[in-house]
């Protein structure tokens, strides 16, 4: 397994941030838990694209903003929705050189499983590409649909989204 250095210490690296910035998200995240990049965002310390851009340095693949791409209906029906929303993945292009492949915005491109499931599911051999989450999500709403549970609905009269318990189910006995 090759050596991957810290995000904290690529960022430190490029000048991006300095060491108390990097004590600082530190010490967030072991009170905190959860992963450098994400406290150094939620301490205001660095945009989240040059978190992203450098962990695509890291991981060896190609960081997309997706927060502005247009993505051509006929792409978006290459993936199957439930697989798109299982995974938090969507389609943004085809390419045709050397072989047709699929670019697959991911927000783990490092998952292997997910990238089998999409060439399975699609015929085509996939291209990951990190994204953000959030970008992610907002692909899969603008194109796909607002998804809600059941027993979450709409009622405009009642002020707009009202919480419904749904059906109780009852057991043969």
């Known amino acids: 397994m090759a050596f991957?250095?810290?995000?904290?210490?690529?960022?430190?690296?490029d000048g991006q941030i300095d060491e108390a910035q990097l004590?600082?998200?530190?010490?967030?995240?072991?009170?905190?838990?959860?992963?450098?990049?994400?406290?150094?965002v939620r301490l205001g310390l660095v945009p989240e694209a040059v978190v992203l851009d450098t962990l695509g340095k890291q991981l060896g693949v190609a960081y997309l903003d997706l927060s502005r791409h247009d993505v051509p209906r006929g792409i978006v029906a290459l993936l199957p929705e439930k697989?798109?929303?299982?995974?938090?993945?969507?389609?943004?292009?085809?390419?045709?050189?050397?072989?047709?492949?699929?670019?697959?915005?991911?927000?783990?491109?490092?998952?292997l499983e997910s990238i089998d499931e999409a060439a399975f599911a699609t015929g085509?051999?996939?291209?990951?590409?990190?994204?953000?989450?959030?970008?992610i999500d907002g692909l899969l709403e603008r194109h796909l649909g607002e998804i809600r549970a059941p027993w979450f609905?709409?009622?405009?009269a009642a002020g707009g989204a009202r919480f419904a318990a749904p059906e109780p189910v009852q057991a043969a006995v």
């Open 83 to 111: 697989l798109a929303r299982g995974r938090r993945m969507f389609p943004v292009a085809l390419v045709s050189e050397p072989h047709q492949r699929l670019v697959l915005a991911m927000e783990d491109p490092g998952n």
């Open 153 to 156: 609905e709409t009622d405009p």
């Open 23 to 40: 004590r600082s998200a530190l010490a967030h995240q072991r009170c905190w838990g959860g992963r450098i990049g994400e406290a150094l």
């Open 124 to 135: 085509l051999r996939v291209c990951p590409v990190l994204a953000s989450p959030r970008d």
């Open 4 to 13: 991957r250095a810290p995000i904290g210490q690529m960022l430190l690296e």
